[in-house]
DNA sequence: GTCTATACGGTGATAGAC
DNA sequence: GTCTATCACCGTATAGAC
């Protein structure tokens, strides 16, 4: 669809189209007179606001907020106890509005993307989950593989659920809730082994 | 890497090496001459086997097994009670192999080509998987959209596994049992709300 | 701030020689 | 079965007019 545009097509608008084109086709298979086409305006006129396609997708990395660094300060100030675990992992799950849902679903439909660059610039996705993940690990009664890898997948609930949800007519007040019982229920289950 | 070959490149190899990439870095991503490249051939002579890249794309969708049809027939031949459920869902989990999480890696690498040809062709992963959990949603004490999207999680315990594991050194065996007491998990707690 | 025009490289793909 | 040569096309990017 060809969009007439009604004023200048400013940073936001194509960060908004950008992410919507990405989520939905893929990174790579989007090109930017697709995107240019929606905003309606001409190709070259995008790179008056970023310096190339690259340039828009670090920008929509960076618009990421720093709720992990957060959780990751408020562990360290908590008694380092095994409940701490669950405390940490709702608190973690509560975090994603159904706004941020769009971020979720961009990266899970561009794992790849998203993985490339985290090797580059600050990399504040990967890392941080990393070392949230080695703080409540370290509070496991079981820390085998396994049992490390579930808490894992416990934090990635949300992750998860748009995941299973994706093609299919479940909304986002469907995958918040889903998300929160998944990662209760794989939280007991590590709670309960030690 | 350019490989030196030593036979004929056989359709097979093409689709190995095709897969690795496909995997590695994206079906976009990856250009025939890479994979050419690494089979120590030239570009056209992949036309010789294939008709063309998306071609090579259906052969590796082509190849996956029949398990949902299988544990879909089975399931009908079960006497229909909740704890049905459970024993499905172990079964399909566990009909994952080692070898087969290279199935299962493609396919998170590359989520919107898959879901892409998903309406083309006969379509055999989304819709049986869909048929998969309408059989078993049925069975379920409670059937609200949350939990019927908690049940597809947990048939979803080997993939969101496997996301969880990428970029770290967790094994094929750490992944399968992860995955299996993830499914356990998700399941039990779905069972005790009814 | 957006346009037209243009250059460049790489891509999927085909024809035809061997 | 693999090659060389070649194609049209597309995406990225820059220069310069308005």
């Avoid at 298979?29 to 606001?49: M, N, V």
């Amino acid at each position: 669809m060809i969009g007439r545009r009604s004023g200048p097509a400013t940073r936001a608008a194509i960060q908004r189209v950008a992410l919507e084109l990405f989520t939905k086709k893929g990174y790579e298979a989007t090109s930017l007179r697709e995107i240019a086409d929606e905003l309606g305006i001409q190709k070259p006129s995008l790179y008056y606001h970023f310096k190339g396609k690259e340039d828009i997708l670090r920008a929509l990395l960076d618009e990421r907020g720093d709720e992990a660094e957060q959780l990751l300060e408020w562990i360290s100030r908590q008694p380092q106890r095994p409940e701490l675990i669950r405390a940490a992992v709702l608190r973690w799950v509560q975090s994603f509005s159904a706004e941020k849902l769009r971020g979720i679903r961009f990266l899970s439909a561009n794992p790849l993307v998203a993985r490339t660059f985290e090797g580059r610039t600050d990399d504040r996705i990967g890392s941080t989950l990393n070392q949230l993940i080695d703080a409540l690990a370290g509070l496991l009664p079981d820390r085998s593989p396994a049992k490390v890898l579930q808490l894992r997948m416990a934090l990635l609930s949300i992750n998860a659920a748009v995941d299973a949800a994706t093609s299919t007519p479940f909304t986002d007040e469907d995958i918040l809730a889903a998300a929160n019982a998944g990662a209760i229920a794989q939280i007991d289950a590590l709670l309960a082994t030690g």
